[in-house]
């Protein structure tokens, strides 16, 4: 590697261990979706208008390739962008930059060959006692990053109360940064006629292949 790659690899790097700006204007996330193969979706709720910026991401730290982002349709705040093109069993580090501001660097790694070892998690009703939820995602943590998470349904009390998405995004912030997320949708995400959940505006899924 050239001087001047190795310099600019190093300046990314540096980018990327240092703390994001307050000035940030994502709400919350970002969450991975849909992985597969070749392939995996970065969601996360934000503002700053309808062209937010990028995901960049690469297998090192220093990037290297870029995805653009965009609004869901029929959300007004939900922003996704599908990273293409991947290599299977491979751990990938990316960072979304929304409204011109670089976010918390993350990780993921697309499904192995069959018969080779993975980890994940499972875990529900995590719509309650919020102190208890942020023990559990601190012990999940303190075991390592598992490369997939599953939650059983009941995320949070009320699917159409945006607050306490915030709060239930906000705990498992480092969590779903670097895990592949894989919710059910429980009873308490059901929403109302008038009120619907906001469940479907966060993940909208299709199923998990390789």
Not at 64 to 86: I, K, N
Request: aromatic fraction near 10%.
């Amino acid at each position: 590697m050239k001087a001047t790659q190795i310099m600019a690899c190093l300046a990314v790097i540096a980018i990327l261990l240092a703390p994001a700006s307050a000035g940030a204007e994502v709400v919350s996330g970002p969450w991975l979706l849909n992985i597969t193969a070749a392939s995996v979706e970065i969601v996360y709720v934000g503002d700053g208008g309808e062209d937010p910026g990028m995901v960049e991401y690469g297998p090192t730290p220093c990037l290297g390739y870029t995805a653009d982002t965009g609004l869901r349709p029929l959300t007004g705040e939900v922003f996704t962008a599908t990273l293409s093109g991947l290599e299977p069993a491979t751990l990938y580090y990316y960072r979304v930059i929304h409204a011109g501001v670089p976010g918390e660097p993350g990780t993921f790694t697309t499904p192995v060959a069959p018969g080779d070892s993975f980890s994940f998690v499972v875990m529900g009703d995590t719509r309650s006692n919020h102190d208890a939820h942020q023990d559990v995602v601190d012990a999940v943590l303190a075991n390592g990053t598992p490369d997939l998470v599953f939650n059983t349904g009941d995320l949070v009390s009320t699917g159409e109360d945006e607050e306490l998405w915030r709060i239930f995004f906000t705990i498992e912030a480092e969590l779903l940064r670097n895990s592949i997320f894989g919710p059910a949708r429980g009873n308490h995400e059901n929403g109302e006629l008038l009120n619907p959940s906001r469940f479907n505006k966060y993940f909208i899924h299709r199923r998990f292949t390789r």
